[in-house]
């Protein structure tokens, strides 16, 4: 079965570089979200979408962006990157908005140096 | 507010039963388990909804008492497969999400052969 696609999996970027992160939802699916974890956290949300509108924000950083496309997929643009920011990205899917399992992208691994 | 997990950490023989137990302050309207192993992405076990309704995998059970606004999470006959970390993710009622959850901070489960 089709999963979640995140690119890339891995990204290195200096300080004050910018990032793109895009994620690719399982075919029907409407809904996607973003999720940040740091190494021995708990996922943390960050933003949604569902039918290509902002549905929900979380702990998103203002120099931290996203949208959905036309053809579902989103992007999570980041700039002005700091030390802090380096993290697991992960990026979920659904359908319908809510009360459905969320399927879970591999992950994109952000470092900043 | 994130929910708590309980107990952090749980080491077992293969074979062996476990229960892990998630609890919020806020009323819920949906709880979602996950197991992720180091540096992959969370897997989806089950979720439950507020009213009764749950999906998930043959093999896991699991449990939500709305009055208490916890849930427990049944492991049993143990494999070496389970270990990993399980967390919770809690959808809050009353509120306009579109799924949005909010992590405990798990709890790391070790199956020894």
């Known amino acids: 079965a089709a999963g979640v696609i995140q690119s890339p999996r891995h990204l290195i970027k200096e300080k004050r570089e910018t990032a793109t992160l895009k994620c690719y939802p399982i075919?029907?699916?409407?809904?996607v979200y973003w999720y940040q974890q740091g190494p021995g956290q708990d996922p943390q949300f960050l933003i949604s979408?569902?039918?290509?509108?902002?549905?929900d924000k979380g702990s998103i950083p203002d120099r931290f962006s996203a949208q959905q496309f036309s053809d579902y997929h989103s992007e999570l643009n980041m700039s002005s990157l700091e030390l802090g920011d380096s993290a697991l990205y992960f990026c979920a899917s659904t359908w319908g908005g809510s009360a459905y399992e969320q399927y879970f992208g591999p992950g994109t691994r952000l470092t900043v140096t | 507010q994130q929910p708590v997990q309980s107990p952090q950490a749980v080491i077992l023989r293969e074979g062996e039963d476990a229960v892990i137990n998630c609890s919020s302050s806020k009323a819920l309207y949906s709880v979602h388990w996950y197991r992720q192993k180091h540096g992959e992405a969370p897997v989806f076990l089950m979720i439950?909804?507020?009213?009764?309704e749950q999906k998930g995998h043959e093999k896991i059970s699991a449990s939500f008492n709305e009055k208490k606004q916890q849930s427990s999470l049944y492991l049993t006959a143990s494999q070496l497969s389970y270990s990993g970390t399980y967390f919770c993710g809690t959808e809050y009622a009353g509120g306009t999400s579109y799924g949005k959850l909010t992590f405990g901070q798990g709890t790391i489960l070790t199956v020894h052969p």
């Open positions: 075919p029907r699916h409407d809904t």
């Open positions: 979408f569902y039918e290509k509108m902002q549905s």
């Open positions: 439950l909804l507020k009213g009764g």
